[in-house]
T-cell receptor, first 113, second 114 residues
Framework: GENVEQHPSTLSVQEGDSAVIKCTYSDSASNYFPWYKQELGKGPQLIIDIRSNVGEKKDQRIAVTLNKTAKHFSLHITETQPEDSAVYFCAAPRQNTGNQFYFGTGTSLTVIP | DTGVSQNPRHKITKRGQNVTFRCDPI?????LYWYRQTLGQGPEFLTY????????KSRLLSDRFSAERPKGSFSTLEIQRTEQGDSAMYLC????????????FGDGTRLSIL
């Protein structure tokens, strides 16, 4: 997406290690940031989201942090498992639109058993 | 919760033919979105509906593309006179209408143009 940059594009980790994916956005008015996981042949699945009134949100092994000043947000996966292998996308809303999102270009995560 | 349903899952057609895809959103969601996704990229917004009204269209949506949501429930996306460049995954998503809401995606229709 033209307003969201995502890094890295590929990431390999050993099972049990942590994985971190980072996104930056340009619209300072953006206030909602979802993360999606996409497995081969399937649509993106929402895994966690964060609103701009909080700096961190956690759900079991997954957490998202938001730095509004720097306009970046990150996905953290701890204790990675082989089933975490997938492509992950971040997204941020387009300004003055009805809930349209810009998506990042995706991170292909491989967890090595 | 039956989720967002799309069909067909795959469509192979010859260049120049017309194709139509269907999306059934989550029943209580009054917003419905169409996205296109090509290999190695994130989904790109095409258009969205709130109930039966088509409120926004992307510049990506050429005149050969048309979408409808006649009764505010399911939606169809039609591509006329298909071209090679139309080959992609077409994704549908739905959400509630107030503020920024999570969008829930279907598994898409993969279109291949021969």
């Amino acid at each position: 997406g033209e307003n969201v940059e995502q890094h890295p594009s590929t990431l390999s980790v050993q099972e049990g290690d942590s994985a971190v994916i980072k996104c930056t956005y340009s619209d300072s008015a953006s206030n909602y940031f979802p993360w999606y996981k996409q497995e081969l042949g399937k649509g993106p699945q929402l895994i966690i989201d964060i609103r701009s009134n909080v700096g961190e949100k956690k759900d079991q092994r997954i957490a998202v942090t938001l730095n509004k000043t720097a306009k970046h947000f990150s996905l953290h996966i701890t204790e990675t498992q082989p089933e975490d292998s997938a492509v992950y996308f971040c997204a941020a809303p387009r300004q003055n639109t009805g809930n349209q999102f810009y998506f990042g270009t995706g991170t292909s995560l491989t967890v090595i058993p | 919760d039956t989720g967002v349903s799309q069909n067909p899952r795959h469509k192979i057609t010859k260049r120049g033919q017309n194709v139509t895809f269907r999306c059934d959103p989550i029943s209580e969601h009054n917003r419905l979105y169409w996205y296109r996704q090509t290999l190695g990229q994130g989904p790109e917004f095409l258009t969205y509906f709130q109930n039966e009204a088509q409120l926004e269209k992307s510049r990506l949506l050429s005149d050969r593309f048309s979408a409808e949501r006649p009764k505010g429930s399911f939606s169809t996306l039609e591509i006329q006179r298909t071209e090679q460049g139309d080959s992609a995954m077409y994704l549908c998503a739905s959400s509630l209408a107030f503020g920024n809401q999570p969008q829930h995606f279907g598994d898409g229709t993969r279109l291949s143009i021969l």
